[in-house]
């Protein structure tokens, strides 16, 4: 019983850390969200003005918030795949596989 009670305890702290790992990234993608409507206004200011000093200032701001945004989903990707993935020990996995089995 305390085994079983155990191998619960486990997946119960397998599933809190993948969902850990979600809400970090929706509060990364949103405050991500927020710094491209900055851009995206300071865009249409440029183009109402229609000067090209800045407009390319603002692309370049465009390209740098794109690139980041690019980093930051690789980065949580990686970190909710290895916490997914190495939150139960194999051992165990295997074990519970062999049971059922």
Same mark, same amino acid.
């Given at each position: @019983?305390e085994k079983n009670q155990s191998l619960n305890?486990? @997946? $119960? +702290?397998?599933?809190?850390?993948? =969902? =850990?790992?979600? *809400?970090?990234? +929706?509060?990364?993608? !949103?405050?991500?969200?927020?710094?491209?409507? /900055?851009?995206?206004?300071?865009? /249409? @200011?440029?183009?109402?003005?229609?000067? *090209?000093?800045?407009?390319?200032?603002? $692309?370049?701001?465009?390209?740098?918030?794109?690139?980041?945004?690019?980093?930051?989903?690789?980065?949580?990707? /990686?970190?909710? !795949? +290895?916490?997914?993935?190495?939150?139960?020990?194999?051992?165990?996995?295997?074990?519970? *596989?062999?049971?059922?089995?």
């Open positions: @019983r305890h486990l @997946r $119960m +702290a397998s599933r809190l850390d993948a =969902c =850990c790992s979600r *809400i970090e990234t +929706a509060v990364r993608m !949103n405050a991500v969200s927020d710094s491209m409507k /900055g851009v995206v206004k300071g865009m /249409g @200011r440029s183009m109402a003005s229609m000067d *090209i000093e800045k407009l390319s200032s603002t $692309m370049d701001k465009f390209e740098q918030q794109f690139e980041d945004l690019d980093v930051k989903t690789q980065y949580m990707e /990686g970190a909710m !795949n +290895a916490t997914t993935a190495t939150s139960t020990p194999a051992e165990q996995v295997d074990e519970l *596989i062999g049971r059922v089995a």
